[in-house]
């Protein structure tokens, strides 16, 4: 396995869900980390967590940053500290899905949300920081897709438009960068028990944790855990794309609920 000490993995929408955990996995395999989100109090209480449990890391960097702020990422690399600045490792993890409406349904203030987070966002942070990957010859780019990325669904018509987007661009990134030494890897997770499904519902927990109702869903850490896997893969192997599903679901809406 390859050995990512010292590295510096920047990992977006640090501040909770997949992204807290990735950033957990990579404090504890000695990685540098610059954390993103836009909960600055969340990522402070994370950087002195792990900074704690793994006292020999450097310490996390926090960024408070919307990523729907295509000139504050702009701006980004040219302001990390130097220790933070060599960007080797990038987690574009940050998105959300905001409701079910339906394609004819669908309010456009949700849907600019969904397409400038999971889409514009991830691109901008490739544009940020690929340049660098490709100058110094070392680099690894890793996209959080989604199952939703692979098939669409009834009440899904924009969130998995942004993951199918996410999935061409990754497929396209990849021949892009194919003369290069840089990997890039997309992760397609099920159904993960996180805050998606409160931010989904708009806060309503008792209709989120419907979702999740008589199945064991994947949570965080299994997704961190492929997102480590990827990363830590010796450096000719670049995994392209794994789809993870929790074990009593067959598709995105297809599921067993068998308690
Ligand atoms: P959470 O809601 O638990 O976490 C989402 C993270 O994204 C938070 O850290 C949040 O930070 C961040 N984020 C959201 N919007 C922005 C923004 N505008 N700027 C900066 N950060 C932002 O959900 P998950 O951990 O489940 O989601 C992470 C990724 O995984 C998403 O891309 C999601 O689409 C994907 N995914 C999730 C699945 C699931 O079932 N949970 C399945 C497949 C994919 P903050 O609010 O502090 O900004
Ligand atoms: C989140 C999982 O349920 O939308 O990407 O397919 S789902």
Redesign the pocket.
């Known amino acids: 396995t390859l050995d990512i000490s010292g590295q510096v993995a920047l990992i977006?929408?640090?501040?909770?869900?997949?992204?807290?955990a990735c950033a957990w996995r990579f404090a504890e395999a000695g990685a540098v980390l610059v954390l993103?989100?836009?909960?600055t109090e969340?990522?402070a209480t994370l950087s002195a967590a792990l900074k704690e449990a793994y006292p020999s890391i450097v310490e996390p960097h926090c960024v408070t940053?919307?990523?729907?702020d295509v000139a504050a990422i702009e701006a980004l690399p040219a302001q990390l500290p130097p220790a933070y600045a060599n960007v080797n490792i990038l987690v574009n993890?940050?998105?959300?899905?905001l409701g079910v409406a339906g394609a004819a349904d669908n309010k456009m203030s949700d849907v600019a949300?969904m397409i400038?987070?999971?889409v514009t966002?991830l691109i901008a942070f490739c544009s940020a920081f690929l340049p660098g990957m490709r100058a110094r010859g070392s680099g690894h780019l890793i996209n959080?897709?989604?199952?939703?990325g692979h098939e669409a669904y009834a009440g899904g018509s924009v969130?998995c438009a942004t993951?199918y987007a996410v999935n061409a661009f990754t497929m396209a990134a990849r021949h892009d960068l194919v003369g290069t030494p840089i990997r890039v890897t997309a992760i397609?997770?099920?159904?993960?028990?996180?805050?998606?499904?409160?931010?989904r519902f708009g806060g309503d927990q008792a209709t989120a944790d419907k979702v999740y109702e008589d199945i064991e869903?994947?949570v965080?850490a299994d997704?961190a855990d492929n997102v480590m896997y990827a990363a830590t893969r010796p450096k000719h192997v670049q995994i392209a794309d794994l789809i993870v599903l929790a074990t009593n679901q067959a598709a995105a809406k297809v599921v067993a609920r068998v308690g």
Do not use: C, H, W
Not at 12 to 20: D, L, P
Not at 93 to 97: D, E, I, K, S, V
């Open positions: 977006t929408g640090a501040s909770a869900g997949i992204g807290e993103i989100g836009r909960r969340r990522l940053l919307d990523v729907q993890n940050a998105g959300l899905a949300q400038s987070t999971n966002g959080i897709g989604s199952i939703a969130y993951k397609s997770p099920g159904m993960v028990k996180t805050d998606f499904s409160v931010v869903p994947l965080a997704i």
